[in-house]
């Protein structure tokens, strides 16, 4: 079965600092890999993905995330924290068009000025 | 493109009684969506499966006949929360996939905020 672990349920970071949120999976098969955004009270956003080919993964607001087969991770990063990326972040996995995403715990990023 | 609606997006209902919630697809044709639930400071929980033309699939210990489902047409799906109570109370998002799209990825809508006095 697959799963998705995010390590750190809540990360605190310096404006203009570097932003890691972690994010391990665990799957039989290749799979797809998301990351979303969700604001309060509001629905998810697609940050970015990785189905194949280009490991390194650029999304939108300056995020990025590589996946690392060998680590079976899909950390995801940004050089420079803006006080509009507070929000929570969701990594989730897929492995074919049938099946649901399933989604890990989720990271609450803070942006401090 | 890929857009997903939600109505309505906040409702209070007296304990007891039932409400439904819509999910649309605005731009595509979806012959699946996803109903999720999410608490406070918690993850999404995928909820049910919903099938346009037939019945929904339900996560275990999800009550079926507490959270209908019906996927009507290729744009719409309802859950509707039978004499509701105040557990029930949560965020609902549904979600959808684009068919053929082969990248997997789930468009979700904006979220209903459901409160049960």
């Known amino acids: 079965a697959q799963s998705v672990t995010q390590l750190g349920s809540h990360v605190s970071v310096s404006e203009g600092a570097l932003v890691l949120l972690r994010c391990n999976y665990s799957s039989s098969v290749p799979p797809y890999l998301f990351w979303y955004v969700q604001y309060p009270n509001q629905g998810l956003q697609l940050l970015l993905k990785y189905t194949t080919g280009a490991t390194l993964v650029k999304g939108i607001n300056g995020f990025e995330a590589e996946f690392k087969k060998s680590e079976t991770s899909f950390h995801l990063t940004k050089p420079s924290a803006h006080m509009s990326d507070a929000a929570e972040y969701f990594c989730?996995?897929?492995?074919?068009?049938?099946?649901?995403?399933?989604f890990g715990k989720g990271t609450r990023l803070s942006v401090i000025a | 493109g890929a857009v997903v609606s939600q109505h309505p997006s906040w409702v209070i209902c007296k304990s007891g009684t039932s409400v439904k919630i819509e999910c649309r697809s605005l731009d595509f044709q979806a012959t699946t969506m996803f109903w999720y639930r999410q608490f406070p400071k918690q993850s999404l929980m995928l909820m049910a499966t919903s099938n346009e033309g037939s019945k929904a699939t339900y996560e275990q210990g999800v009550e079926k006949d507490k959270f209908l489902i019906n996927h009507a047409s290729l744009t719409l799906s309802t859950l509707t929360v039978t004499s509701a109570h105040p557990e029930d109370s949560s965020f609902y998002i549904c979600s959808a996939r684009v068919p053929g799209q082969t990248t997997y990825e789930q468009y979700f809508g904006p979220g209903t905020r459901l409160t049960v006095t």
């Open positions: 989730a996995v897929s492995l074919s068009g049938n099946t649901p995403l399933v």
